[in-house]
């Protein structure tokens, strides 16, 4: 799968017709232009088109501010899930966990993984579909 094909996917999902039609296409019909490019150029062009993208799901998100808000509370579902995970099955051993970090790195990567564990379960079931025109 190219990189269009990719964005093209991940576009279908997360970003609204017009909102595709008007950031998303036309960095994907500039780089189709410039095709026989190579090098720095065909990394250039890559890169303009995962900015649009990443710009298209920005508009999108602030686009509608309830629907961020609902997304954070989703995603904090998760986030409690895992924490209270982590706090019951950490061992424990003469009242310091047994691991070779810190306590300020073990922090850290806890958090981190939470995080990251709590964002994934809300982007793929929780996210809005795609809207068409007629319901705009």
């Known amino acids: ?3 269009v094909d990719t964005v093209i996917a ?9 909102t595709f039609e008007l950031i998303v296409a036309p960095a ?11 090098g720095l150029r065909r990394v250039s062009n890559g890169a303009a088109v995962l900015s649009a993208f990443v710009w298209g ?8 501010p ?11 579902i998760p986030a409690c899930y895992y924490t209270m995970l982590v706090i019951v099955c950490a061992p424990v051993r003469g009242g310091a966990l047994s691991y070779p970090l810190s306590k300020a790195e073990l922090q850290i990567a806890i958090g981190l993984a939470v995080f990251a564990l709590s964002l994934a379960p809300a982007l793929v079931c929780c996210w809005p579909p795609r809207r068409t025109p007629a319901e705009r």
């Open 1 to 3: 799968m190219s990189l």
């Open 10 to 18: 991940l576009s279908e999902r997360w970003l609204s017709e017009r």
């Open 28 to 38: 994907i019909a500039d780089m189709q232009y410039d095709e026989p490019a190579s």
């Open 57 to 64: 799901l920005y508009e999108e998100v602030v686009s509608d």
């Open 66 to 76: 309830g629907g961020l808000l609902t997304f954070a509370v989703i995603s904090l």
